[in-house]
């Protein structure tokens, strides 16, 4: 569990997490715990998604994955229980109860048959075959924009924010997720092994349903840049400081560059 969710990584999800509460005039410090949550909920999708029945890769974040360092079965149980660790972690946040049932509800939502896990068994039906944008938009939001979508709004929701503010950060969220998995499908087109830490071409060799097979580079590019205006769109309704999701928007969309 620690070898995995402690590993050197972006911790996008979690940052949009504490930003959001910014936004809203909360205390980003109260809501640790709850980003911390969602790291864990997101650590233990990766380590799901890397063994043999998945996708098969050897690495993530620039070192081995778990299965290869522990096995197969303690890799499987160590996803799980990250799973369980994160709903007993954002369960303990000093909140009222009712933001905190709230932020329980989002995540497991956004984690589920209608989040990250729906939308990897549609990654994996659509391997291999000739997937419409539709499709392909379909996966995206579910597999990645779904959980970034639940940081925002756990953040907002726990920080104190009304519910209009809650919806505009959830949209954010939403479209910035879609932005950053179109970014990392194009890192697997263009991009080093050692610069994104795992594999590169993993995508192609899989045969998956991604907007750079879709569109092209370029295509795939200008798909990101108008999913990321669409995010700061929503940001411009809010009265908090919303500096670091703009910076985290930034960083979600360039770093193919």
């Known amino acids: 569990m620690r070898y995995s969710c402690l590993a050197p990584g972006k911790r996008l999800r979690p940052a949009l997490c504490l930003a959001s509460a910014r936004a809203v005039d909360g205390d980003d410090e109260a809501v640790l715990p709850a980003a911390c949550a969602i790291e864990m909920v997101h650590a233990f999708s990766l380590i799901h998604d890397d063994l043999p029945a998945l996708d098969d890769d050897d690495f993530r974040r620039g070192r081995p994955t778990c299965h290869k360092v522990f096995g197969e079965a303690v890799a499987i149980l160590a996803g799980d229980a990250l799973f369980a660790l994160a709903f007993e972690t954002i369960a303990q946040v000093e909140s009222t109860a009712e933001r905190r049932l709230s932020a329980l509800a989002e995540l497991a939502s956004q984690s589920g048959t209608k989040g990250v896990v729906g939308g990897e068994v549609l990654d994996i039906l659509a391997e291999g075959t000739d997937s419409s944008e539709a499709q392909i938009r379909r996966i995206h939001e579910l597999k990645t924009a779904s959980l970034m979508a639940g940081s925002c709004a756990i953040g907002a929701t726990l920080g104190g924010g009304e ?95």
């Not at 697997?188 to 590169?200: L, R």
Request: charged fraction near 35%; avoid cysteine.
């Open 163 to 257: 519910m209009r503010d809650v919806e505009l950060l959830r949209e954010f969220g939403r479209e910035i997720g879609l932005a950053f998995q179109i970014v990392d499908d194009l890192l697997d087109e263009t991009a080093a092994s050692e610069v994104i830490g795992k594999p590169a071409g993993s995508d192609r060799r899989h045969g998956k349903a991604t907007y750079p097979r879709l569109y092209g580079v370029e295509g795939a590019r200008e798909e990101a840049e108008r999913h990321t205006r669409k995010a700061l769109e929503s940001l411009g309704m809010l009265a908090g400081d919303t500096s670091s999701l703009r910076d985290l928007a930034d960083f979600a969309v360039r770093r193919d560059r």
